[in-house]
């Protein structure tokens, strides 16, 4: 395992002297007794493949010796973070604990116990299920998502050790206030003297801007300045202020500093109002990503600054303004590269997953820490203290809705220059008391684009069910409204990453314990190979590629329904990494981006057009239709603006009025396709330009334009469903006798059918009956018959596979063929008797009111290799299953298929029609 991580730089602090411990240290896991080398700053999770994912107890140990000028100073060992309970040990006596895994600590060295060599232990401690004495269990920790991307522990940020004055400034909090330009400025030293500080304060060109003296008294100092006309922080105009706070004891000289804090600040304010976010008194559309915040090798160790630059950047180029830290609490150079970037934080305390007085406490100790270290970072605007109700009960618990409320006041009162969540929440939680009413729902557009419109329709419409109802609730009805997770999984090219051994990254081998395992990534281009996936997509790389695609279109559908809603206010893309075998990410793990990374501006922008395609299929002949939205988010559109679209060799303006910034302007569009010889995927370009031609946005949408059909020489067909004659013989198919015809279309196989197959008939089976076998009689059983087993006449139901046609029929609904969360990738083969289907292999929107709501399953991986025409794999290419097969029995042949085919509502439709032509010509073929 990879544990190559770069040294994070030291504090400057000019009167203090630092020296790194970073690097090789001995390490010993209680688990094995086996002394080896560690990396620090590393979870030792991240150094060793046999402790990917360890708990327990682990020794550190390393030497060093003072540097001979710093005698006479207070010497401190000062750690980022252990993970999760550690005591620390000079020369062999122990000299501090600490407990709180994701905050910093110090610990003052003993001048007495110091020597010219000297040996720093450290014994850290990560607890697991179990209660071992006072020590807590993993679920009383606050632990994060540690709880399923596996554990972190150990020395996973930096050491160093620091010469300082005795009497030194211990912590600055800066309180900036725009549009005031009032600074409020609260230090502490080390010790409760009187002291005079010397404040300066330069402005974002270097500029000084004030000098002050600031007195203290009982070692506290309190002050104010005004900072005239200040620039203002954004994440357009990331402008940073420096204070730097020097100290002179009582009686030195002014120019005798005995010690000096520094640290950046921005002048923003940031709140709610009319149900809408603003930044600096703008109304702000918020597009953000969640971030998980791990790294390819070292879980939660960024490998260096330049990564962190680097994802920053290509964050912002993908449209993000927000970047929500999900339940953890990252490296502080996470914060540093936001403010001095320009990109607005959302972050959180990491989740408990028991919910106790200790727990409870450990969770408010976890947010103070919080504060103490991050709290002038002008980048974090909103706090969550609970995620998705993980570790409390809100819906079953009086006491902790009243113990939420309670952290909410406290925070707020803290805190005043954010905003405040209190449970970022899901279903079936809610809100009890919070600035924010966020919401989290996960549809796949192309499998549940329904259900995807009416969830952001209910929630635009302040749905009753994202707040509790019970007397400790509070909801001013003005909360603004965001969807703060949703999102669809793509793949990651393994290749990529991979190591310059050609070995999987150590993480591959996990997630068969997630989503019934479809979440393992390990052996997908053997699976991929073993079902012959590549006469569907070619090599295993388009096939990458394709699902890339596949997640850009249903984000950007996704994406478009929320700006059709103005009451909506931003939304929050899960996720901006993909993270170990969780593949739903803008970029992979090593942060190289999707394939669609430049596209997807055009819709993650503050304008936004959504074209609101009514009709994503059209016949040659027909007419294209839109719904247009045009979302302003937190820009003006001005009168005299246009909207200009083209279509082929075809164009068109319409004329667009001033759109006032969080609106909507819809109107509607209906664009004539002309005669259309081949089918084909057709782009229809949106650009909206002010009234000078500059461009505000584009967008493209794309069509399947279906040909004219060629029905010459179809065959005769005869059913036992009137509805199905009546839709064939309009299609210009001849009704036959059972005799006479060449395909027999039904909805059900008897034994009576099955034995005609076998004599030579085809038949045709559009299924639509309950869930179990796909013919309709009693299934055999096994023995022993003289007990009931399953319900009937004894013994149990035998298998599918041992009566024709071998299958089982399952529904997708509450099942992982859903498409909820794990991709569900559904796939039409493109040649053959579906050659004029355009577009695929994937299934698009234009099949929508077609996409099968069952699935059929049973099928030998060797069955996909031909027999399979159309089908769907979950996640890492696991649990393959049919929508369409052909089989063959004695001298006749079945084609079943679960595509809803059948209904007054498809009569026009295109897209049923062609699949209805291809299983025609399938199910006649020899």
């Known amino acids: 395992m990879s544990s190559s991580f770069a040294k994070p730089a030291l504090p400057h602090v000019p009167t203090r002297r630092a020296l790194s411990l970073d690097g090789v240290w001995s390490f010993r896991h209680d688990s094995d007794g086996i002394w080896r080398e560690a990396r620090v700053p590393a979870p030792w999770q991240a150094c060793f493949e046999d402790l990917a994912v360890s708990f327990g107890t682990a020794t550190y140990r390393r030497s060093f010796s003072i540097p001979a000028d710093w005698s006479g100073s207070e010497i401190a060992v000062c750690f980022g973070a252990v993970g999760e309970i550690c005591s620390v040990a000079l020369n062999g006596t122990e000299i501090g604990r600490h407990e709180g895994g994701y905050l910093p600590f110090e610990i003052v060295l003993p001048p007495h116990l110091v020597r010219d060599e000297n040996e720093l232990q450290v014994i850290a401690t990560l607890p697991d299920a179990a209660r071992h004495g006072d020590t807590p269990d993993f679920a009383e920790i606050p632990h994060g998502k540690q709880s399923w991307y596996g554990p972190q522990a150990g020395i996973w940020q930096s050491v160093h050790l620091e010469a300082r004055p005795a009497l030194h400034i ?56 005004q900072i005239q006309t200040p620039a203002v922080w954004s994440p357009d105009a990331p402008n940073l202020y420096r204070a730097q706070l020097s100290l002179q004891p009582e009686g030195a000289s002014p120019d005798a500093a005995a010690d000096e804090r520094v640290s950046t600040f921005g002048f923003r304010s940031f709140v709610a109002r009319d149900g809408y976010l603003w930044l600096n008194d703008q109304p702000l559309y918020l597009r953000g990503a969640l971030d998980q915040d791990y790294y390819p090798d070292g879980f939660g160790t960024p490998p260096s600054l330049e990564m962190l630059e ?63 270290r991050d709290r002038n970072h002008p980048s974090i605007v909103i706090w ?15 006491e902790q809705r009243r113990w939420i409320s309670e952290m909410v006041d406290w925070l707020r009162a803290e805190d005043p220059m954010r905003l405040v969540v209190d449970n970022s929440a899901c279903f079936p939680n809610y809100h009890v008391k919070t600035d924010i009413n966020d919401y989290h729902f996960y549809r796949t557009a192309t499998d549940r684009r329904d259900e995807w419109d009416l969830l952001c329709k209910e929630f635009a419409g302040n749905a009753d069910w994202t707040f509790s109802t ?3 609730a509070v909801r001013t009805g003005k909360e603004p409204l965001i969807l703060s997770e949703f999102g669809v999984w793509g793949l990651p090219d393994p290749a990529r990453l991979r190591g310059d051994d050609g070995r999987d990254p150590w993480w591959a081998s996990y997630g068969a314990t ?19 996936l590549s006469q569907v997509f070619g090599p295993f790389p388009a096939f990458i590629e394709q699902v890339q695609w596949h997640q850009y279109m249903n984000l950007k559908y996704e994406i478009e329904v929320i700006r059709r809603h ?34 997807l501006p055009e819709v993650n922008g503050d304008v936004v057009i959504a074209p609101g395609t009514v009709t994503h299929a059209v016949a040659s002949g027909g007419t294209a239709r839109f719904e247009l939205a045009l979302s302003a988010g937190g820009s003006l559109v001005p009168a005299g603006s246009r909207l200009e679209w083209a279509l082929a060799d075809q164009r068109g303006v319409v004329d667009v009025p001033e759109i006032r910034p969080m609106q909507v302007y ?42 004219e059909r060629e029905i010459t020489g179809s065959p005769a067909f005869a059913t036992d469903r009137e509805d199905v004659e009546q839709r064939l013989t309009g299609l210009g198919y001849g009704a036959r006798g059972p005799q006479e015809a060449e395909v027999f279309v039904t909805d059900r196989l008897t034994p009576e059918m099955i034995e005609r197959i076998h004599g030579g008939l085809h038949v045709l089976q559009i299924v639509s009956k309950a869930p179990g076998r796909l013919r309709d009689d009693t299934p055999p059983r096994d023995g022993p018959t003289s007990i009931e ?55 698009d929107l234009s099949f929508n009111d077609v996409v099968p709501h069952q699935v059929m399953t049973g099928f030998r991986p060797w069955e996909f290799h031909g027999r399979v025409h159309a089908g769907v794999v979950i996640g890492w290419v696991h649990k393959p299953a049919a929508f369409l097969i052909e089989k063959r029995l004695g001298r006749g042949k079945l084609v079943a298929t679960t595509f809803r085919l059948l209904g007054s509502h498809l009569t026009d439709d295109p897209v049923s029609t062609a699949l209805l032509d291809g299983l025609m010509r399938l199910t006649e073929s020899p």
């Open 566 to 599: 103005p009451e909506i206010g931003g939304y929050v893309v899960t996720e901006l990494t993909d993270v170990h075998w969780e593949g739903n990410g803008l970029m992979d793990m090593a942060r190289n981006p999707r394939v669609f990374a430049t596209a």
């Open 384 to 398: 969550t203290l609970i995620n998705e109700d993980w570790g409390t009960r809100l819906r079953e618990s009086a």
């Open 170 to 225: 211990s912590s600055l909090r800066l309180d900036p206030h725009w549009p005031e330009g009032r600074l409020d400025i609260r230090a502490t030293l080390s010790q409760p003297v009187a002291a005079a500080l010397t404040l300066t304060v330069t402005d974002p060109a270097g500029a000084l801007v004030a000098t002050e003296t600031v007195q203290a008294t009982a070692g506290v100092a309190a002050h104010t300045l």
């Open 470 to 472: 019970d007397d400790e």
């Open 666 to 707: 819809e109107t509607s569009l209906d664009i004539a396709v002309g005669a259309v010889a081949t089918s084909l995927r057709a782009p229809v370009a949106f650009r909206l330009l002010a009234p000078n031609g500059a461009p505000l946005a584009t967008n493209t949408e794309t069509l399947s334009l279906y040909g």
């Open 310 to 372: 680097d994802q920053l950047r290509k964050s912002k180029a993908m449209g993000l303004n927000c970047l929500r830290c999900h339940i953890k609490v990252p490296d502080p150079r996470y914060y540093e590269v936001a403010d001095r970037l320009g990109m607005l934080i959302w972050t959180e305390i990491p989740n408990i997953e028991t919910f106790s007085p200790a727990a409870a406490r450990r969770l408010q100790e976890t947010m103070v820490g919080i504060l103490a």
């Open 789 to 843: 087993i399953d319900p009937g006449a004894g013994g149990l139901i035998s298998g599918a596979y041992f009566t024709f046609p071998g299958y089982s029929l399952v529904d997708r609904h509450k099942s992982l063929w859903r498409g909820d969360w794990v991709g569900n990738f559904s796939w039409l083969r493109r040649d053959g008797p579906f050659s004029h289907v355009p577009g695929g292999p994937l299934l």
């Open 514 to 532: 997630w989503a019934d395992g479809t979440a393992l990534p390990q052996g997908v281009e053997a699976r991929y190979r073993e079902l012959g």
